[in-house]
């Protein structure tokens, strides 16, 4: 048992304070730390490190634990804090938004930091938490002498608009939105002056709601799809527009729509823009139905509505009424005053000395210095610079400004600087930004945000002719710097590091290069010499793969800019990534060019000639480069397009790729720098027709401008120069009612005058007041659209999550020991290289399993994976785990890891079977969970002929993939294990969504009876499936580590790793062949389906069987196959274990349903739409599996009338024709609809999981606490749950309390998924409720009418009458379950559906329509969805806003799995990708979920009315997964605006999901697409690479 005996002498120098050395006279070592208002103690202060994160001495060392560690790279935002510091040039305090993750500690010295514990909290007084100093900070009354609120505005409003689901990004979020409204830009008209500001310059509702549009690009949600956040952020900006209010849209006339003559008849889409501007304004002046308001009518029930606009402007009233305009100063309010003042109590004296910290302690961090001077910062260069006094010192010196590339570095490289500078603001030279007649010169440590609101300012001047050479330089400038990173990241990374880092992808590096820039290099070669500057032209700063021409002691002082001419010269951007928004490009180019008249030689004209022309890239090489041959094409050329296509075909001979290249992409990579090139002609012949126009009168004549055809007018712009959409919305619900379902057959309750509209129970119960007989008035809470139960801590970061738990005593940190290979043979673990890091306490591997007799194995339903993998066993994936080590510090624990040393013996990584193709080559399979389902006849024969009855058959045969996909979970996978009574009982505080097999397999690897382990789960921070099983060997390795040791020990995952190594969503690939009927009247209907799924499983088997089975159940979707064969088959791969993913295997299946009726489509020639509607189940039809449509057996089949109406509401037939038209008219922006329907089935297909408990208390308050078995990802599980109780106690909602899952309580639980959670702990609470009801009837009946229930509690007790229950419910036995393997019995009825014999899979379908329209960037792959509506039945909702909250998260998730959501692999298509089997994309650096600016720009979701179900409690319906396939409509739309661009000669062609931008564009088919593909390829059926 590899213990470090020299353990607790090591940990006395964990938290040794910075130490100045003799000679640091000259240096301050106590940096000053300000926090919530608070200066930090000098005994806290000297703890922070030289390498520490800010968030880390936030959590760790003033355990304030608001802010989360999503990510670690900046790219998520769950760590945004408020960085303020008081500006001396501008005589005011400056606030931004920064990434705690990345941000030095040290950084913040001299500043104010906000977290989210110092704006607003839960508590009464927030002044104890996070020291908050503010008019909030804890509850006042106002005028009225109401009760004030204690949350901040920004928290209450992300609260009352349902903006939190898991609640783990949410304090990420309400900081950035806190740093947004501190700006001035955010200032209405009524506050700027009061703050100082000109209130000539303050912004419109309109101007304040672009901006917030504009910047809230650094934060990740995974739950709720952005839309409530959204609303959430709008409602804090006055949202009454006047007339002046609406922006001024021009038409391409040039005349503003409200004033042109002909607006009643143009039907031009900035005239359409401009009528529904003013349509809201009219709405909103006659006010909207808002939850309960106007409304509208949908069949016999009215429809409660909460849209964008008039929720926004109720809400403007709660606001006011809850919190006075203070809270607009509350960021300026709780800056120190002593960072402020200017006398005696002023630090600034202190400020002024640089500070040295040197780190001491263990984790050996390095030296910090924050010199204040160019002198002192050049000597320090000049000192630790390679050749310098103190070169010897390893690593040698790094500047740090915003940490945004060394963090990363030293993070996920492990890179090591033992100097680190950080330049104070102090040194203007490197900091100023500032134009001079023909330059703009800026400081190499200026903000990148900085920068871009200097460009904005230079854009937004007063427009006189000497600014127009400012406004054009600063226009391409800003325009990159807007999608560069993300607000948080621009606040403080600067220009400088983004060119010494000379990353190949780089943004602005090819602007600069472009715009023909200089650097200005500055160095101190002699102590007592002055400073030494040298010019080199950016183009010529980059010398190779991450290498620059700069000396180790020089540094970039400033970038000089030239201006643009004011005419006639242009520079445009050009960038395209995964992700618009905070993503790295794939292709990056900045392009500028000259023109000039000229004489034409053979008829004595004139034409526009190419003066000078600088194109360069980013993305096309190891380096930034500039496209010499084909800039040396064009100079001199005639400005024309034939110039422009020979120079396409230069540049495509210049930057030829092969198919290997890093990066991969090599076509598509192509394609994009052409295509750059083409957009870029179009744009300057748009803006030389601007240059003449403006210019041209009788004294001057210029030569003709060259033509383009009106169908490429639309190639000009893109997206990098276009304002982001505002993202609106409609929300519709049925009018809430108290709807009974499956407990009056269950449980025997009555069906009472309950199922009514809940406004008709208001009345029956004022009717029944004004009778003599007193009455108890009725608490309704099922059907309510209450808020999140815990969303007001989610808002405060007072929510608590596994690492969050304070931490114990003796703590250990635990990291686990990975494999770096696969498919090899592990031969040995040398522990010993670790054991002699200070701080490394213990090593365990499957040796110490064995010491301690526990058991190594695990897995779900086989025992085929290992807690830690043996020596002598083969390596199955890079990443699986070998052991763990437990250390004083989690920094400390990692670099122990890393330092084990492994060995490995027959490595044949070449062998290892990573794709789908590859282990069907390899027949790699779990053949004994091949499933295969039959209905009707001999598909094979049926396939084989070409008429039936005389009528056409037609056939169609191919295959469809889809990629796999991360759950992307903001909070990683976190075990907290302790130990107690000597190590013989475990409490395991996990993040797990299965609390039973945590405690089964931590209880079976220490060799611990089950009943002395206890796994307690209070929240998670989402989960969606990917916490069910492969959370379980976080805990098993924490618990092993915590045994061992007798110690408490915390294993949370970094992203990175967590990505790597926990599976995802199954990739699968189907091979399919249907025949389809021609009825006489030229209706298609379905006759025959032979369809073939795979599925990716990965190493281990999982739970990819069952995901093979739903995904079998799924594959008919809503049509109806007379006759059908399919067969699923998992394969084994070297790819981790692959897992449960929201959908569960269902999605896959329905999208290959949907590919199929395309191709059916294109095959027919018919409409899709009414191709799916002609073959729809009708009821009493069958599906394949036995079961049958209608009332008694799955409920009300609504999906057809769901279609009919979405149709016609949504005028689908009439948007088809106009996105026909738009694209006739549009060569290179096309437009598509996707029109898809849905039914998912519900019950878990093992019949044993049906089942669920719950524990019941009923307290002597009157007060209730419920256990149930069911854990809290976001889904809102426990707020229904307190609903279902609060009803049936008729007691106030906030009545209820639902603490944590913990296996002590509730035994035996079944894992928190298949969207039955609700189904299953909403009936056991019931079944509870109803027992302890039942006992206290009689005390009822013996008191009053109007008794209370705390007085019927009272009286209970003290009559011995137990108030606690357990409640249990099952599913019935013919209402799940199904055997694969079970033959047709002899006698089963005939009048039975084929199949039947065999079970009811499902208790009922949760069903649903959507429809998303699109719009596509022919010339790069781009696109956005226009709108989105769906209708989903999900019975009578227990909570309506928290289930719209889950279809539209649901609805985002699903559209990210079919667009930009690509998992990458090592494998034949990314051979660049090592080793073999490897997983890239581990990162929001490389895997992009959608983001804010991704949303729907116009997004409603519906439910539907009068859809009670019989099946469930409440008679609602199970919603977590079935929207999730819904988002897959904007796949489709995408896939038919591709069709449009094919053009009508297309036909068939395999569109594979996800429809990344690279997908989308070779796709298209064009000319320059197929220039880049290659003659030597079939371009109509290239496909991009992809693991699948």
């Not at 405060?796 to 770096?820: K, Q, R, V, W």
């Not at 025992?863 to 004083?888: C, M, Y």
């Not at 020639?1165 to 729809?1176: A, H, P, Y």
């Not at 494998?1467 to 990162?1483: E, F, I, K, L, N």
Request: proline share 5%.
């Amino acid at each position: 048992m590899p213990i470090n005996l020299s353990y607790e002498s090591d940990i006395a120098t964990l938290n040794n304070a910075a130490q100045p050395s003799s000679n640091d006279d000259n240096y301050r070592s106590t940096p000053l730390l300000y926090i919530n208002s608070h200066r930090i103690p000098a005994h806290l202060a000297t703890l922070a490190r030289p390498n520490q994160t800010l968030l880390d001495f936030l959590r760790n060392t003033l355990h304030l634990t608001g802010s989360k560690l999503g990510c670690g790279e900046g790219g998520c935002g769950a760590c945004t804090v408020l960085l303020s510091r008081f500006d001396k040039s501008k005589g005011a305090v400056v606030h931004s938004t920064v990434n705690a993750c990345l941000f030095p500690v040290l950084g913040a010295d001299g500043c104010h930091v906000t977290t989210v514990e110092g704006i607003g909290s839960w508590r009464h007084d927030a002044n104890k938490n996070g020291g908050v100093n503010s008019s909030n900070g804890s509850a006042v009354t106002n005028s009225s002498g109401e009760e004030k609120d204690n949350l901040h505005p920004i928290q209450r409003a992300m609260v009352d608009m349902h903006g939190s689901q898991c609640g783990y990004c949410t304090p990420g979020i309400v900081m950035a939105l806190y740093g947004l409204f501190a700006q001035d830009a955010m200032l209405p008209s009524s506050i700027s002056g009061d703050n100082g500001g000109d209130n000539g310059n303050h912004k419109t509702a309109t101007q304040r709601h672009d901006y917030l549009e504009e910047h809230l690009d650094g934060n990740l949600c995974r739950c709720t799809g952005y839309r409530p956040i959204w609303d959430a952020a709008r409602s804090l900006v006055s949202c009454h527009h006047s007339e002046d209010d609406l922006e001024e849209i021009r038409g391409p006339c040039g005349v503003k729509c409200g004033e042109c003559p002909e607006r009643e008849s143009c039907e031009m889409d900035c005239n359409l823009e401009s009528k529904k501007q003013m349509a809201d304004v009219a709405a909103n002046d006659n006010g909207g139905g808002c939850c309960g308001g106007s409304g509208s009518e949908s069949g016999n029930e009215k429809c409660c509505s909460s849209s964008s606009m008039d929720k926004i402007q109720q809400y403007q009233q709660i606001i006011e009424s809850k919190h006075s305009e203070k809270w607009w100063d509350q960021p300026n309010d709780m800056f120190p005053d002593e960072l402020l003042r200017d006398d005696e109590k002023s630090v600034h004296d202190e400020l002024s000395t640089p500070l040295k910290v040197m780190d001491t302690s263990i984790h050996n961090g390095g030296t910090w210095y924050t010199p204040n001077t160019l002198e002192e910062l050049l000597d320090l260069f000049r000192e630790f610079s390679s050749g310098g006094s103190n070169s010897s010192n390893s690593g040698g010196i790094k500047m740090v400004v915003g940490n945004t590339e060394v963090g990363i570095e030293t993070k996920f490289k492990h890179a090591s600087y033992p100097t680190m500078v950080h330049p104070s603001k102090d040194i203007h030279t490197l900091h100023d930004i500032f134009s001079t007649e023909d330059y703009y010169h800026v400081g190499g440590c200026a903000a990148l945000g900085d920068l871009q609101e200097f460009c904005h300012s230079e854009m937004t001047s007063d427009g006189e002719e000497a600014n127009r050479r400012h406004e054009r330089t600063a226009k391409p400038i800003h325009d990159m710097l807007r999608w560069f990173a993300s607000t948080q990241i621009r606040n403080v990374a600067c220009l400088g590091g983004n060119l010494v880092t000379a990353s190949p992808i780089s943004d602005m590096n090819p602007m600069l290069c472009s715009l023909g820039a200089t650097l200005v290099l500055a160095s101190r070669p002699k102590s007592d010499g002055g400073v030494v500057r040298r010019n080199v032209k950016v183009s010529d700063f980059f010398i190779g793969y991450r290498t620059v021409e700069k000396e180790d002691m020089e540094v970039i002082e400033r970038v000089d800019v030239p201006l643009l001419q004011d005419r006639f010269e242009y520079c445009i951007p050009f960038k395209q990534a995964r992700r618009r928004e905070d993503d790295i490009s794939i292709v990056t180019s900045g392009m500028r060019v000259k023109l000039r008249p000229a004489a034409t030689t053979d008829n004595g004209g004139s034409h526009w000639e190419i003066e000078d022309v600088a194109i360069a890239f980013g993305g096309m090489a190891p380096k930034t480069v500039m496209a010499r041959r084909t800039m040396d094409d064009l100079i001199g050329k005639p400005f024309d397009s034939n110039s422009f296509e020979d120079a396409r075909k230069v540049l495509q001979d210049e930057f030829q790729m092969p198919d290997d290249v890093p990066g991969g992409q090599a076509q598509y990579r192509l394609t994009l720098a052409c295509s750059f090139l083409h957009r870029f002609y179009l744009n300057c012949v748009d803006e030389l027709t601007k240059d003449v126009a403006a210019d041209k009168t009788e004294a001057v004549s210029y030569p003709p401008v060259p033509l383009i055809e009106n169908d490429e007018e639309c190639g000009v712009g893109g997206f990098v120069g276009v304002k982001k959409p505002s993202i609106t919305g409609l929300q519709t619900y049925p009018e809430p009612k108290v709807a009974v379902g499956l407990e009056v057959e269950h449980l025997g309750m009555k069906d009472e005058s309950s199922d009514l509209p809940l406004a008709a129970v208001a009345a029956a119960a004022a009717k029944s007041s004004l009778s003599d007989k007193p009455t108890k008035q009725k608490n309704n809470s099922v059907g309510q659209p209450a808020t999140h139960a815990s969303g007001p801590l989610h808002c405060t970061g007072e929510a608590i999550y596994i690492d969050d738990i304070p931490a114990p005593a003796n703590l250990l940190h635990g990291s686990l020991i990975l494999a770096s290979k696969c498919h090899a043979t592990l031969a040995s673990i040398n522990v010993e290289p670790a054991l002699s890091i200070p701080g490394v306490a213990g090593i365990f591997t499957s040796e110490d399993i064995e010491k301690i007799g526990g058991d190594n194995k695990m897995g779900p339903i086989l025992l085929d994976d290992f807690t830690f993998l043996p020596v002598g066993e083969k390596v199955d994936f890079v990443g699986q785990v070998l052991g763990i080590v437990v250390a004083a510090s989690q920094e400390i624990a990692e670099k122990g890891a890393r330092a084990v040393a492994v060995e490995y013996t027959d490595d044949v990584e070449g062998k290892a079977i990573v794709s789908i193709e590859d282990a069907i080559d390899a027949e790699s399979f779990w053949t004994d969970f091949r499933h295969e389902m039959k209905r009707g006849g001999n598909v094979d024969e049926i396939l084989n002929k070409s008429e039936v009855d005389g009528k056409r058959l037609v056939i169609v045969e191919g295959s469809m993939r889809s990629g796999g996909q991360e759950h992307f979970y903001l909070e990683p996978n976190s075990t907290l294990a302790v130990p107690s009574e000597s190590a013989t009982n475990l409490t395991i505080y996990s993040s797990t969504q299965a609390p039973t097999k945590t405690q089964d397999f931590c209880a079976r690897v220490t060799n611990t009876p089950a009943a002395k382990v206890v796994v307690r789960m209070k929240r998670m921070g989402g989960g969606f499936g990917g916490k069910e099983t492969r959370s379980v060997f976080v805990a098993t390795a924490a618990a092993v580590s915590a045994k061992l040791m007798n110690r408490p020990v915390r294993v949370t995952l970094n992203r990175d790793t967590d990505m790597a190594i926990t599976g995802g969503r199954h990739a699968f690939l189907a091979k399919y062949k249907a025949g389809a009927i021609v009825e006489e009247d030229g209706t298609i209907k379905l006759h025959a389906l032979d369809v073939r799924l795979y599925n990716n499983g990965g190493c281990k088997f999982d739970l990819s069987g069952p995901v093979m089975d739903r995904a079998l159940f799924h594959v008919d979707n809503c049509y109806f196959w007379p006759n059908f064969h399919s067969v699923g088959t998992s394969c084994k791969t070297s790819q981790p274990p692959h897992t449960a993913f929201r959908g569960f295997g269902g999605p896959q299946g329905l999208l290959v349903a949907e590919h199929i009726m395309d191709h059916f489509a294109v095959e027919c020639n018919v409409s899709g739409d009414k191709l799916r509607r002609d073959n729809m189940y009708s009821l009493q039809d069958a599906t394949p599996f036995g079961m049958r449509f209608g009332d008694g057996f799955t409920g009300m089949w609504n999906v057809p009338a769901m279609w009919d109406r979405l149709e016609k509401e949504l005028d689908i037939p009439g948007r088809r024709q106009r996105a026909a038209e738009f694209n006739k008219k549009n060569k290179w922006v096309k437009r598509g609809v996707g029109f898809i329907p849905t039914k998912f089935g519900i019950a878990f297909t093992a019949k044993y999981m049906n089942q669920g408990g719950a524990l019941l208390h009923l307290y002597t308050d009157g007060t209730v606490l419920v256990t149930h078995g069911g854990t809290e990802m976001g889904q809102g599980l426990h707020t229904k749950v307190c609903q279902v109780a609060a009803q049936a106690f008729n007691i106030p909602l906030d009545h209820v309390y639902v603490n944590d899952s913990s296996t002590d309580k509730v035994a035996n639980t079944i894992p928190s998924a298949a969207s039955m959670s609700t189904d299953l702990y909403g009936m056991a609470t019931l079944d509870a409720c109803q027992q302890i009801l039942k006992r206290i009837q009689p005390i009822k009946d013996s008191l009053s009418p109007d008794a209370t229930l705390k007085e019927v509690a009272k009286k209970a007790f003290f009559e011995r009458i137990d108030l606690s229950a357990h409640g249990f419910f099952a599913l019935d036995n013919d209402r799940c379950g199904y055997d694969w393997n079970k033959d047709c019995p002899e006698g089963f009825p005939a009048d039975l559906p084929d199949n039947a014999w065999k079970g009811h899979p499902f208790n009922y379908f949760t069903q649903g329509v959507a429809m998303a329209e699109v719009e596509i960037d022919v010339l790069t792959g781009d696109h956005k969805t226009i709108s989105a509506d769906v209708l989903v039945d999900v019975g009578s909702s227990i909570n309506p806003a928290i289930d719209i909250g889950q279809i539209e998260g649901a609805f985002i998730q699903g559209m990210g799995w079919a667009t930009i959501e690509e998992v990458i692999y090592g494998d034949d298509d990314h051979t660049w990708v090592r080793p073999r089997a490897r997983m890239h994309t581990t990162g929001p650096g490389t895997y992009k979920i959608p983001a804010f600016n991704d949303v729907p720009e116009s997004f409603n979701s519906s439910l539907l009315e009068n859809a009670n179900n019989p099946f469930a409690v409440h008679s609602s319906k199970a919603v977590g997964e079935p929207p999730f396939f819904l988002g897959c409509s904007v796949f489709f739309a995408i896939k038919d605006a591709i069709i449009a661009a094919r053009g009508s000669g297309g036909g068939y062609f395999e569109f594979r999901l996800p429809a990344t931008s690279e997908r989308i564009r070779m796709a298209c088919s064009d000319d320059i697409a197929s220039e880049c593909i290659g003659s030597d390829r079939d371009q109509s059926s290239f496909q991009p690479q992809g693991s699948f």
